[in-house]
């Protein structure tokens, strides 16, 4: 599984087969020892229904450069402490989307009997019959994509006499507890991250349990990338979370161990190996046929009751990936361009309900746009260069990515088989970065904005005002007849589901009609609405003010901030919503989160500032937590903006906490993920803790914290005073 980031043309590929197939999958042998032989005391059976799936992450050095055994150099290299938060934090994520049925007791890797015994027993009379005779004098342990893997994580193994109780070699490790997946994280420059320079991480799975789950694997990242500024730390997670999701299920090499629980995890009796997992339909085409991958598909492309495959890209014998042509911006389509554009789509979460290991929380799927009720000719290579859904392109011109973040230019990959979308541009493609924007004061004829809430439209808007500031005549701009369309960037907000307003520079906000091109004042030419691309969420609940709606899904944060301004100082309701939108900037600046998180800044006659922050779909930033750590910690210090002579500062603030978020469960998970990247910007400082840590611990590093951590627990919907 390779992840190939191809940076500046934005595009990534991922080859999965060639590592995984080199790779063993261990399934427990029968057991060799009696039981009460086995170190560890048997586990007390617990109530056995599926749980969150507890993934613990363990770092485990750098792998050798050639594949074989070499001392480990001490410490970790640099970018392992950025690799290491990368992969919690994608396992913290899953820990929301699959339960499995836990492990009880601590978690513990088999031994190959291939690999450590040299003969067995082979006489069908004695007692110890197919027992170790012989050990293997050369066994050097057990590995997983070349990362060996601790004794305190295996089974222990022993030799057999003829008759009588073994001799034990190496008796059980510990294990590790609270884990239902061990992921081995190595950095390193392998001899794949040599060949592919473009390769950032690539992972295998390697032991699986008594049903085949997979429980172990090891993902390796490329060090050459990590102390990339351009690799950003979603677009890492991201990555990682693709990586992941390869090695517990969602690959060529596994498919055909899935199994069919139709009474559910708990009832393993009625479970059994699935029949056909995957097949080729008449044309050809390989598809991943389970039920609900095909009843999730038919439903996302508005023909339920169809009965379809999920399509799978052509990668050899084997196939580890969505079809790109249907599957763009699917978490498991082999390309990947990045986190922003990037879904953790309810049909691969579907395939992970087929696998039949693991039980889904579908509500944390993302939607996936590509395609959306394009119906059953949709994606094929006979149809896409006359798509009447608008997702695909013919030619080569300009226009709009279609989740419409990004200006976009029509081409194709040999992933899209002949098929062309419009791709981002190599450079500034995003609208939704003021830093792309012309630098202020220079003259943009149209009128364009670059904003966290701006999108791309199709247009060919053209001021009317010249730049002396007088109106234009239409025949005296010569250039201005048959403007050609093309990508802009343009304001937007929602005002309800799937419907939108938008504003050019100096223009008002003026409606605009999905499917339906409009004129904006002040501008010559039009502007093109898509049609169910925009405010697809609920995001046009931005709308609502009411802190009644605190518990409205995806409202995160209030917060209110009390100002104090110069005495007999008033506002005037424009100046009051240019101070909102000051004030904003500087929180923004000094948080350092997102501009799009935030929403309705307003302030009233009394100087009180407030701002809702929503979970906003195109705005997946540093998760919860961190916003609220970071808001926090911004307030601490009273903030202060200027407007011309008139200063103000925050006399007071309020942060309510929406129910919706369980904030104490996560927060020190993700507390440590905020030392990891201090570690990373102290740089040698940093370095010097982690060998401490890494001298210290052969087992994996502190497990992830469980929700019930005792002095953490506190009412949400909390109201913080500072
Ligand atoms: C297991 O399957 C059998 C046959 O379909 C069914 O009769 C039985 O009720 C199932 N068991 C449970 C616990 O669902
Ligand atoms: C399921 O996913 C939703 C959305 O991400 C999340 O709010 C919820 O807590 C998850 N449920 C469980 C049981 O993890
Ligand atoms: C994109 O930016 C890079 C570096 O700034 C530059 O070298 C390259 O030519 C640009 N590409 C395009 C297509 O403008
Ligand atoms: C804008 O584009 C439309 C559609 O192509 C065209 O009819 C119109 O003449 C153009 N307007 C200007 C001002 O270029």
Not at 149 to 160: F, K, N, S, V
Not at 182 to 210: F, M, N
Request: charged share 15%; proline share 8%.
């Amino acid at each position: 599984m390779l992840l190939l980031l191809f940076f500046g043309v934005a595009t990534s590929r991922c080859v999965h087969e060639e590592t995984q197939q080199h790779v063993d999958l261990l399934s427990p042998p029968p057991s060799q020892l009696p039981t009460d032989l086995r170190s560890s005391s048997l586990p007390v059976p617990g109530p056995r229904h599926p749980q969150p799936l507890r993934i613990q992450a363990c770092y485990l050095g750098e792998p050798p450069s050639d594949g074989a055994w070499g001392p480990e150099r001490h410490g970790m290299p640099r970018g392992a402490a950025r690799a290491l938060a990368a992969a919690r934090e994608a396992a913290w994520r899953i820990r929301g989307v699959l339960a499995v049925l836990p492990v009880q007791g601590p978690l513990l890797l088999s031994r190959d009997p291939a690999q450590y015994c040299h003969a067995v027993w082979g006489d069908p009379d004695t007692p110890n019959y197919h027992r170790c005779s012989l050990l293997n004098p050369g066994y050097q342990g057990e590995s997983c994509l070349g990362a060996k893997i601790p004794d305190a994580h295996l089974r222990g193994y022993a030799l057999w006499p003829e008759h009588g109780p073994p001799q034990f070699v190496q008796p059980d490790g510990p294990g590790v507890q609270n884990a239902d997946f061990l992921l081995y994280v190595r950095v390193g420059h392998t001899s794949k991250c040599h060949q592919e320079p473009s390769v950032i991480a690539y992972a295998a799975c390697c032991q699986l349990d008594a049903e085949d789950r997979p429980l172990a694997g090891t993902i390796i990242y490329c060090a050459q990338h990590l102390p990339s500024p351009r690799l950003s730390h979603r677009d890492l997670v991201t990555a990682t979370l693709h990586e992941l999701l390869h090695t517990l299920g969602f690959s060529g090499q596994l498919f055909k161990r899935w199994r069919d629980c139709p009474s559910g995890l708990s009832v393993k009796e009625n479970c059994s190996t699935r029949q056909q997992v995957t097949r080729r339909d008449k044309w050809g085409q390989l598809l991943l046929s389970t039920p609900t991958v095909s009843h999730s598909l038919a439903k996302h492309l508005g023909v339920l009751g169809v009965s379809l495959g999920g399509p799978l890209e052509e990668e050899g014998r084997l196939s580890s990936h969505w079809e790109a042509r249907l599957f763009q911006g699917s978490i498991m389509a082999a390309t990947f361009d990045s986190a922003q554009r990037t879904q953790l789509d309810p049909i691969t979460l579907s395939a992970f309900q087929d696998s039949g290991w693991y039980q889904v929380n579908h509500s944390a799927a993302e939607k996936l746009l590509w395609g959306q009720g394009s119906g059953l000719a949709f994606g094929l290579v006979s149809t896409c260069g006359t798509d009447s859904s608008g997702f695909f392109c013919t030619g080569s011109g300009l226009g709009c990515h279609y989740l419409h973040l990004d200006k976009g230019i029509c081409s194709s990959d040999p992933m899209l088989e002949g098929c062309h979308m419009y791709k981002p541009l190599a450079n500034r493609s995003e609208c939704w970065k003021k830093e792309n924007g012309p630098p202020t004061g220079a003259e943009d004829p149209h009128g364009e904005i670059y904003h966290p809430q701006s999108r791309c439209f199709l247009a060919n808007l053209t001021s009317r005002l010249l730049p002396g500031g007088e109106t234009s005549h239409p025949s005296q701009v010569p250039w201005l007849k048959d403007a050609e369309l093309t990508g802009r960037c343009y304001l937007h907000q929602c005002t309800q589901k799937g419907e939108y307003e938008v504003q050019a520079e100096g223009s008002p906000w003026v409606p605009c009609l999905p499917g339906k091109a409009i004129q904006m004042p002040g501008y010559y030419g039009l502007l093109y609405c898509p049609r169910d691309r925009l405010c697809q969420n609920d995001e046009g609940a931005n709308a609502v003010t009411s802190s009644a709606s605190l518990a409205t899904q995806g409202l995160l944060f209030q917060l209110s901030l009390g100002l104090a301004g110069p005495p007999g100082h008033s506002l005037g309701k424009e100046q009051r919503e240019e101070l909102a939108e000051t004030v904003l900037q500087a929180l923004v600046n000094r948080s350092g989160t997102g501009r799009c998180y935030f929403h309705n800044p307003s302030i009233n006659t009394s100087l009180v500032f407030t701002v809702q922050m929503w979970k906003f779909p195109d705005c997946q930033g540093p998760p919860v937590t961190v916003l609220y750590d970071a808001l926090t910690l911004t307030l601490q210090k009273p903030l202060e903006v200027c407007r011309g002579e008139a200063c103000f500062t925050t006399k007071y603030s309020k942060l309510l906490v929406s129910l919706d978020h369980t904030l104490p469960m996560s927060h020190i998970f993700l507390s440590m993920g905020l030392c990891l990247s201090l570690v990373i910007l102290v740089g040698l400082l940093g370095t010097v803790v982690y060998q401490k840590r890494a001298a210290l611990q052969v087992g994996p590093l502190a497990p992830l914290p469980s929700p019930d951590i005792p002095g953490t627990g506190s009412p949400t919907g909390r109201i913080m005073y500072s």
